[in-house]
DNA sequence: GATCTCTGTGCAAACCTTTGCAGTGAAGTA
DNA sequence: TACTTCACTGCAAAGGTTTGCACAGAGATC
């Protein structure tokens, strides 16, 4: 039922091979028989067999992307950014979910390594040693993870972190807390170890409270914690967290920014929806989502394919796999769940602490973000 | 260097087809062959690759799942629950966002069509005759629209309008808005249909505003539209749109529920954050998307397969297509964005005009939503 | 008129599996 | 003993495509 090459090769009384060059390299076939082919083509209902194709020449042209959760608003602009650049290319991007599960992570790389020429693992779950191990399977880039010799895409939240901190010791704060993300992840330690310094360098104090789920709910249970803590300001892992925190916050009848002051990381769109509105760490997700795609395709085309097709020139320069690493840059975006605090005015006062008036606001649009700086390759 | 079938032969001391066997139909190997090809396998890191299993028996083992927009927070619930129920099966879900484009949808069918064993097309763009076409290319189940002839999964959105309608009126609301939603749209049709009539027997005026981008930022641009009317309610095409709108509204210096009543659709988790906490029609969404992927697989088994192992038996049976078409139920969840009208009290009083007090509010949790019922096959 | 170049096409192998069929030898049956 | 049955394994074709190589014929060159 489905009609293949061979039909269309029957139809336009030419061999298989000449329908095959009609699509993958016209200008090897004369003109006129081209046409034909294709007419007969286009009357058939011919399309190229995808997955046959692939068997041969080691090019799928899909690429998978492996997302801890699909239901995490952090996630949609990196993938609408990776497929755009993806479809730029010709190739496809095949979206799959974890559930922050580090086994399923596990099993989806293998499942896709045959039916994409690579996989973008973001915010990966799974150990070090795992990845690099499943990186021999199938090329692979890393986004939110530093791991030497593999190629990897970071946001500087440590940078973001420190931002945070000094804009919240600016305000007066002294006794802060850290809501801590999943376990596993590196963004976590990452904002943890920045906080630390940061916390220090302010004269601050830091608690840390977590690991906790990376949602809404995750810093929803955390409210109590918090008020306990007796801190007067919180840096949630994300936004989704800060949400749950100012839901949680607001039923305890604690008031933000008066009585605590929150910041998130990511701006996903939703933080400017909140009341009060949130500050945060902005993270350029959609930089992120295309630079990883670019990153994959380069190696790509890079590594020798594995079909039969394999040139002899790729294998003369050798494997020669890119690591290139790649920083993007984050930036603080204060809204209103941020103000003074109890040392509000007390030394490094600075353009801070402007008294009780309405805190500074985030202008409403235009870009943010910076562009990456390699660090390493 | 990827290790194939040919090398673990070679390693074990047996034929290709055994090793084959191991895998496929580990019953018809011996055991103590099987374990040593097993160890063999293990010893190699040889995975079966997918691609060229498929090419021969026919069966990818994947499904597509096609997307309008992955950042609308209506499809994650539906992505996971389909991926859940697919995994059960052993199958796995390929995504894909199509940016609210018919034509990209169409583009990706054919793309994926090779690749996947099915898709689902979620909430569709393109015209119903289109989509007929398709079908012919690859399985298809439809999400979110009405399709004679082919398998549907449909959310009783009909219903879920009546019911918001009704809660209006009997709120004392006599002149109503309605947002559209995208052009092209089932639900908006339907709940504009269901809207109007229900809107007609209560005795109100109904409004219709659009056809507008189904995004938080659709429902902001409307906020002044809405104003203008003179309306005292509104119902939007999502709660997306609710929430921009409610954004809209305050900046205007409308206050909600105070001066306008707004009603959602969908019950995003985002829809118990704002301020008012969101009315809305919850839509079963998880279960849609184990749905549609149960009556995927359903017509996947029925169908014979397209690779040289299709078995006479199926084609015996013929090609009976299942095109079962499934309605689930809406459930209108009552928060806090709708409030008491400029006629409220007058006559059919009811329950809802109790005073300026507080208005109901949902409980919390626990599960809202009905089973499907078989409306036709 | 012989040789060369060039364009366009056909041939057949290869990619990695699965699976119907046939063959082997051992155990069971008459 | 001769026959059947059975469990296991090998053989080879098939699935749809790409591509190196060979070849035919046309035109150009000397």
């Known amino acids: 039922m489905p009609v293949t090459i061979r039909d269309v090769a ?3 009384g030419v061999h298989i091979s000449t329908v095959s060059r009609t699509f993958s390299a016209p200008h090897l076939v004369n003109p006129e028989t081209r046409v034909r082919v294709l007419a007969c083509a286009e009357d058939l209902g011919y399309r190229p067999n995808r997955a046959a194709r ?3 020449t080691g090019r799928t042209h899909n690429i998978g992307l492996i997302i801890a959760d ?6 949609p602009p990196l993938i609408k950014a990776a497929e755009s650049q993806a479809r730029h290319r010709d190739y ?3 979206v799959a979910d974890t559930n922050e599960d580090a086994a399923a992570e596990e099993e989806l790389v293998h499942a896709l390594a045959k039916q994409v020429d690579g996989v973008l693992l973001c915010s990966p779950r799974m150990s070090n040693s795992l990845i690099e191990q499943l990186s021999r399977e199938v090329p692979l ?5 530093q791991l030497a010799g593999l190629p990897c895409v970071l946001m500087d939240v440590g940078q973001g972190a420190r931002s945070a901190i000094e804009h919240l010791a600016g305000l007066g704060h002294r006794e802060i807390a850290l809501l801590g993300g999943p376990r596993g992840s590196w963004t976590s330690r990452e904002l943890r170890r920045a906080a630390g310094v940061a916390a220090r360098a302010a004269g601050a104090d830091l608690t840390v409270l977590g690991p906790n789920p990376p949602t809404e709910h995750g810093g929803l249970a955390q409210a109590e914690q918090v008020r306990r803590a007796g801190v007067t300001a919180v840096l949630a892992y994300n936004d989704l967290m800060a949400i749950g925190l100012l839901e949680g916050l607001d039923a305890l009848g604690v008031a933000v920014p008066g009585e605590v002051s929150v910041v998130g990381v990511d701006d996903i769109s939703l933080s400017r929806l909140t009341r009060p509105k949130l500050t945060t760490v902005a993270t350029p997700t959609a930089a992120a989502g295309r630079t990883a795609v670019d990153m994959l395709l380069q190696q ?5 394919r594995t079909g039969r097709a394999s040139g002899a020139a790729a294998v003369a320069v050798g494997v020669r796999r890119t690591t290139a690493q790649v920083m993007l840059q984050t930036e603080l975006v204060i809204r209103d769940s941020t103000g003074p605090g109890p040392y509000a005015g007390r030394e490094r006062s600075g353009a801070t602490a402007a008294g009780p008036g309405p805190h500074r606001r985030a202008d409403p649009g235009g870009p943010r973000v910076a562009a990456g700086d390699v660090v390493a390759s």
């Open 10 to 12: 029957r139809a336009s």
């Open 54 to 56: 692939a068997l041969i």
């Open 70 to 75: 699909i239901a995490n608003p952090f996630f």
């Open 92 to 94: 496809h991007v095949f």
């Open 141 to 145: 880039v890393v986004v939110n993870r």
């Open 300 to 304: 790509d085309t890079d590594l020798p």
